[in-house]
């Protein structure tokens, strides 16, 4: 070994050698993954030696040494958006750590750590800085009088140098050791001052004491050590550079970034920080699926994915459109694979995993960018947006945070959250209707397409399919050969009338009959163009290779399809309407109504509803025919479609042209307007930020809600004793009468509470009152309080009414005070306070008028009491 290390290997050996010559233990770095299930990944040094330090299991050893491999990029521990900016950000990293468990403390501690730094390293003595907590002074004596650090190099900090496990538990102040970069990288002053200049090379944890649930420390009966040596900061020390990315470790890896992206390295500033996190993110994805991890949307799974896919999304915008992470993946395992031998034993399954997450990830990064850049040039990213942008185009929301953040925009998240909701509930629904069974996996779906091919679908031109095969038959995630009677499956046909839940359609219903007959409830993918009709055998049983024919329910289609097109409809009456920048954010189209969400900023009127309603049903009574065509995408572009939301678009789409809507659609439509019957919109209203929902019904279902409406207003006109058209006058007319009666009522209410209140003044003791009056409401109550006071001589004084409501479920009390005992500081809430908690209930702050109350009627007496002691120290 050279007399003093320089590469990272070297710098590894040397702290190994350093602390297992004084009696420490040599422990391999753990995994990524930690045992503690708190912790997603393994985020410091301590977490493997987690059970020891708490006393859950004894250490084999008393002092330990070791070099641990660290993730943060998830929870609390998310800096991703640092990571290539700063020295101190990293999502992958080295801890070097010394511990001990119960046997040495402080000073042999700082000692060892004197003595690595200056005897081993190197390092300079002036250009470490020390800080110790603002209670230890033991560790500053130490520090100053054993090893010599001048008192204008030890500073001390509070909370920064104070570590805790959790509220309760070890804990103990701290001793940080800093690496001085020099003037150009700030202003002198040490580590106190927050400057980047100083950079936390080493953290000695002095663990002493043990923390109560009151905030009380107990001292341990056995103190113990903690350290932490961040390797990529001691490396940025030992090898003399400004920079942690001018690294060793990180340059081999920034070279293998500006090779698979064509991007020099130290010409563009942003340039250099896109490649910086590739070599960072490498590092992190390669150790990650080397410990074992698969990228997923759950929990770890989902940090690695986000990982590879925001290394994958930077290298696109260096221009790379080929695959990056097989190089990058390489590279670190050339860089650390002498150190970490496993890296390079699993590197062609890492390399695998990895590339393969890419390539999915790649066949939507190029549109969602596209469509996201088409948002952000317009403004902030709604809920529908990145909706639309996750659920159709599988982009994932937290890189539409991330580039909208980029560009200085916001997102919707509570709208996109909604939007979400909805999404599983529905899913969670159609589980529960059919039998809360659980989908076949996905391979088995693969080897069903690779045997039989993908379901050909012949619904469009028939709603009967005579001769189709039973391919196969799921059974509880499992193919079965043949299913009895009573058994609930799912069949899949070599071709079908029955369409599948896509594009905002719900799902077919319908039956099949051959040797069994079997009852379709409903329709879904098990992967693109492949059917899954949703089954209960009814009698017979049902076999693979049967023959079946396949029926739908023909009427429940037709509404379907009407309720489909009646959707575009709308669309283009609402565009028409409200503006081209109405767009869809989602729709549910069934056989009972239809459901349309769109991006708009405001409530639609009733009177552009009926606009809306009216400019629909004028293109449907047309009769136009309706055409459905399949065409290539750069052909419907240019007939002027528009993409239609919940739908994934190929090479070649199908477009419908139904009067003046022409749009990208899947589904299944009339082929005529006449067909679609009567389109009545049943409600308007918000369901985030700027996405609006209308709900509507069509046809049979349209006329049935006209004619009980009509059949309600015809009730109403004969009670009323006028026609349907004399209604909204009578209507009015009635109105007016309440309003003037109305009006009377409260006048003689007001004269009869003036009675009241005079013969209630005359209860006062003084200037004060306190009474009990049941009856009325609580403004009743607050009326009467207030005529009370007015009664009392001059206006003057406290008046506090305490009673049963007019309900008789409720107590409630009013408090006046008038404005010059308010002046003298009384105060209308403070008094009345008791008396509302008597009563189970609270008031107002207001100090010359409050009401109040609550449930508890029997605390009435109470409340009496109390309100009459608060209000009898102003008597005068």
């Not at 990228?295 to 590879?308: C, D, H, K, M, T």
């Not at 379709?520 to 089954?535: A, N």
């Not at 005079?758 to 306190?770: F, I, P």
Request: charged residues 25%.
């Amino acid at each position: 070994m050279p007399e003093t290390p320089r590469t990272a290997d070297e710098l590894r050996r040397a702290w190994h050698e350093f602390f297992s010559t004084r009696g420490h233990a040599v422990v391999p770095s753990a995994s990524t993954i930690p045992i503690d299930k708190s912790l997603l990944f393994t985020v410091a040094g301590m977490v493997p030696f987690k059970s020891y330090f708490v006393g859950e299991e004894t250490a084999p050893y008393s002092r330990a040494s070791s070099i641990q491999k660290c993730v943060r990029a998830g929870g609390k521990h998310n800096d991703l958006e640092e990571i290539g900016r700063t020295n101190r950000h990293f999502s992958f990293f080295e801890m070097m750590g010394n511990f001990r468990f119960g046997d040495y403390f402080k000073r042999d501690a700082i000692r060892w750590a004197w003595e690595f730094y200056t005897e081993v390293l190197k390092f300079p003595a002036e250009r470490l800085w020390v800080t110790v907590h603002v209670s230890d002074d033991e560790a500053s004596d130490i520090w100053h009088t054993e090893i010599g650090v001048p008192l204008e190099r030890i500073q001390r900090l509070d909370e920064d140098n104070f570590w805790k496990m959790g509220d309760t538990g070890p804990c103990g102040p701290c001793s940080e050791i800093f690496w001085d970069l020099g003037p150009s990288y700030g202003i002198e002053g040490g580590p106190a001052t927050g400057a980047d200049r100083y950079v936390e090379v080493w953290n000695l944890v002095f663990m002493q004491f043990d923390q109560q649930a009151d905030g009380t420390k107990v001292p341990l009966p056995k103190p113990s050590i903690d350290t932490g040596a961040g390797l990529e900061r001691n490396l940025l020390a030992l090898q003399g550079v400004e920079s942690v990315w001018d690294l060793d470790i990180f340059q081999a890896l920034i070279a293998a970034a500006a090779k698979v992206t064509g991007i020099a390295y130290g010409v563009n500033d942003e340039h250099d920080v896109y490649l910086r996190i590739l070599a960072d993110h490498a590092r992190m994805m390669t150790f990650v699926v080397s410990d074992g991890v698969m990228p997923s949307n759950q929990e770890r799974g989902y940090v690695l994915r986000r990982i590879i896919r925001r290394a994958v999304r930077h290298a696109y915008q260096l221009g790379a459109r080929d695959q990056i992470t097989p190089s990058l993946v390489a590279a670190v395992c050339a860089t650390m694979g002498v150190s970490y031998p496993k890296l390079l034993a699993d590197q062609a399954l890492i390399t695998k995993i990895i590339s393969h997450e890419e390539a999915s990830f790649r066949a939507t990064l190029a549109r969602g960018t596209e469509l996201l850049d088409e948002v952000l040039t317009k403004g902030d990213v709604s809920g529908a947006d990145a909706f639309f942008l996750h659920d159709t185009l599988g982009f994932p929301v937290d890189l539409t945070k991330e580039i909208a953040a980029e560009r200085g925009r916001d997102i919707d998240v509570a709208g996109y959250e909604t939007l979400m909701f909805e999404q599983r509930d529905r899913a969670r629904q159609a589980a529960k209707e059919a039998g809360g069974k659980a989908n076949a996996p996905i391979e088995l779906f693969r080897e069903v397409i690779a045997v039989d091919g993908l379901t050909t679908f012949t619904g469009r031109d028939e709603y009967l399919t005579e001769g189709a095969r039973v391919v196969a038959i799921i059974e509880n995630s499992e193919r079965v050969a043949r299913a009895e009677t009573g058994r609930v499956v799912d069949v899949i046909l070599d071709r079908t009338p029955f369409y599948a839940e896509s594009g905002g359609q719900v799902g077919d219903a319908g039956e099949l009959v051959g040797p069994a007959v079997v009852t379709v409830t409903d329709t879904q993918l098990g992967l693109p163009g492949l059917t899954l009709h949703r089954c209960t055998v009814n009698e017979g049983s049902l076999a693979e290779g049967d023959i079946v024919d396949a029926r739908i329910d023909g009427v429940r289609r037709d509404r379907i399809r009407r309720n489909h097109t009646a959707t575009h409809i709308l669309h283009w009456a609402l565009r028409e309407t409200l503006g081209d920048h109405v767009k869809q954010a989602g729709s549910h189209v069934s056989a009972e109504r239809l459901r349309f969400d769109f991006s708009h900023f405001e409530s639609v009127g009733v009177d552009e509803l009926a606009v809306i309603e009216a400019m629909a049903n004028s293109v449907v009574i047309t009769g136009g025919s309706v055409t459905h065509d399949e065409m290539t995408k750069a052909e419907a572009e240019a007939r002027g479609a528009i993409a239609f939301f919940g739908d994934k678009y190929g090479d070649v789409v199908r477009v419908l042209e139904a009067g003046p809507s022409t749009e990208f659609c899947g589904g299944t439509h009339v082929s005529n307007l006449g067909f679609i019957g009567p389109i009545k919109i049943l409600s308007e209203g918000s369901i985030g930020s700027n996405v609006r929902r209308i709900e509507a019904l069509t046809g049979d279902a349209a006329l049935a809600h006209i004619a009980a409406e009509e059949a309600q207003l015809r009730r109403v006109s004969a009670q009323l004793k006028a026609s349907p058209i004399e209604l909204e006058d009578r209507v009015g007319k009635l109105l007016a009468q309440v309003k003037a009666l109305e009006q009377e009522l409260a006048a003689l209410r007001t004269k009869a509470a003036q009675s009241v209140a005079v013969e209630l003044a005359q209860h006062a003791v003084g200037s004060v009152l306190v009474l009990r009056h049941d009856g009325g409401t609580p403004d009743d109550l607050r009326q009467m309080a207030q005529s009370t006071l007015r009664a009392m001589p001059n206006g003057s004084g406290i008046v506090a009414l305490i009673g049963i409501g007019g309900d008789g479920a409720k107590a409630a009390l009013a408090v006046a005070v008038s404005k010059d005992f308010v002046a003298l500081g009384a105060s209308a809430a403070e008094i009345a306070a008791p008396g509302a908690k008597a009563l189970g209930g609270g008031t107002a702050k207001s100090p010359d008028l409050v009401v109040g109350g609550g449930p508890n009627i029997s605390g009435i007496d109470e409340a009496l009491r109390v309100v009459g002691e608060g209000a009898q120290r102003w008597r005068q």
